[in-house]
Nanobody, 128 residues
Framework: VQLVESGGGSVQAGESLRLSCSAS????????IAWYRQAPGKGREGVSC????????YYADSVRGRFTVSSDSAKNTVDLQMNSLKPEDTGVYYC??????????????????????WGRGTQVTVSS
């Protein structure tokens, strides 16, 4: 398994970014795929997750309504569309896979429960 994030950058508040996770070696129906972020000096936070069971998407309260996660199993990619960005969205964004395709809710609250692989992250900086 290899996970590679891309699409990060520096934007102004209110602007948008689209992150992409290239997930080679991952069978989407057998994994949950999650996005996490880590701001400077803070712990890792669950942002969004897509279930391998039924493709349902889950979001942290802080991003619901602004972020949209989508997957393309043919391309083996999982994208995170981030709109109306805020300075508090700043951080390193990671994608990760979990061997259980159906436990997104747990994974969003407890990144340390994840059993799987992590990408190296991509930096997102939102200035006010």
């Amino acid at each position: 398994v290899q996970l590679v994030e891309s699409g990060g950058g520096s934007v102004q508040a209110g602007e948008s970014l689209r992150l992409s996770c290239s997930a080679s070696g991952v069978t989407f129906s057998r994994h949950a795929i999650a996005w996490y972020r880590q701001a400077p000096g803070k712990g890792r936070e669950g942002v969004s997750c897509i279930s391998g069971d039924d493709g349902r998407a889950y979001y942290a309260d802080s991003v619901r309504g602004r972020f949209t996660v989508s997957s393309d199993s043919a391309k083996n990619t999982v994208d995170l569309q981030m709109n109306s960005l805020k300075p508090e969205d700043t951080g390193v964004y990671y994608c990760a896979t979990d061997v259980d395709p159906g436990r997104c809710l747990t994974l969003l609250d407890h990144y340390n429960y994840l059993i799987g692989d992590w990408g190296r992250g991509t930096q997102v900086t939102v200035s006010s």
